[in-house]
């Protein structure tokens, strides 16, 4: 939205303005300024998000200078500094507005973009480039352009515009995020991979280069690929907190908690304590069996943040290990609240409940998850035992099939459900949902014979099956 229109002022002329502005705010004396410099301030607090300056300067400029066409544009932007394309867009509809002015026609894309008028936006967008050629400003125009071509799902498009708008006015990493989302939506990965290489020879030292590679390999599942990169904007930055957060929680996914514990020591020697740090390392401790430090570091993580849900989960999966369910809710309820989106909590709050016998509670746990997030086979698993132990067989069969139903053939919802029927004396229907089971999940036949081995495997028509398929799949399980 805008650009910085410095054709008759310079940076630090632009700065004198400002000053002078500010000064007169100060003294509660606002004199006249000519409608370019108002224009030329807009922008400036736009890019700041000072909303209280910017109505400031749109009354003084529509008090002064209501009869010039900047006024329309200045206008504009004050409603595209809130998102209100409605009342922005009546004002870039205004016939006298100038049309001729690169800056209208930056407004006009930012507009329809946030109207969802896509195509309509690129247009606008390239206006503005035809009529500025060979500007500076032309490169922030393509960076949008590639946004909008990316909404339309033209990521090969969106791609070029992005990479043609790669600029040091704006923020590189979410350049890199941007140009990596078209890659990726591309399944193009490798090749992020090498443009990202490219630009870190273009700028060795540049750090949100190393980081969008380290990110490049996460989404590639190269893990350790992905912590070398952020090694590297280490060795740029020993203060960089993504880098040490990155690699302490790709280390605490492989296991590697000492590995946690010692990188997050070497962000704490460089002053780096950020509160999800000692998360991190909290996780680490108490997967060491250090749980009393652990405890400490999450304690220390919510006096930093008394918000942050990870440090209340890690004390509640604290707790669960100590049995101690009551204390384990308490801070996974209020893990929960912060984050009611994360369902990992949501389920250990149903296995916690389910403990205590408090299975109404643990169905509405499950009803949540099941509204966020219906495509977890897991869900449906945890919905059937909760009414095993209810003995209400007939719910539990229910939500076994509606798992079915939404998810497909799964083999862990099918050796669950022929279990129910062997169970109920179904051997037929038993063994047909075990035949379609060990044809998808051979392996999975394991934690069938596991519900209940001897019941199971004192059943001759079930060993036959299962002898069947491990003939067949010349697999001994």
Known sequence: MGFDDDNFLDDYEIQELIERFESQLESDRLSFFDVDELNIMMDYYIQRDDYEKINILADMAMKYH???????????????????????????KEEDNNTEDPDYYVNLGYCHGLLNNHKKSISAYKKAIDLLGNDENVTDIYGSIGGEYMLLRDY???LYYLKKGLTDNLDYAEQYMQIMNCYFSLEKGFECVEFLNAEIDKTPHSIEAWMALGNCYLRLHLLEKAIEQYEFALAIDQHYDRAYINIATINNELDKYQDTIDIIEEAFRNKVNKPIL???????????????????NFKKAIELDENIAEAYAGLGFIFCEEEDHKSAIKFLKRAHELSPFNTDYLFV?????????KYKTSIKYLKEIEELYPFDVNLYIAFMEVYIMLDDINK?????NKGLDIMGRQGPLLYRLAFINFIQEEEQLGLMNLEEALEIDTLGVQEFIDFDPV???????????????????????
């Open 156 to 158: 090969e498009k969106a």
């Open 278 to 296: 000692y998360c991190l390392y909290g996780e680490a401790l108490a997967k060491t069996g250090n749980k009393l430090e652990a405890i400490t």
């Open 66 to 92: 209501s009869e010039s066409p900047v006024i329309f544009n200045i206008m504009a932007k004050k409603y595209l500094a809130v998102q209100d394309a409605k009342n922005a867009l009546k004002y870039l």
């Open 349 to 357: 709050l149903v296995e916690e409940n389910n403990k205590l016998g």
């Open 455 to 477: 019941f199971i495997l004192n059943n001759e028509n079930i060993v036959n099956l299962i002898n069947e398929y491990k003939s067949k799949n010349n697999n001994p399980f």
């Open 396 to 400: 539990a069969v229910k939500y076994i």
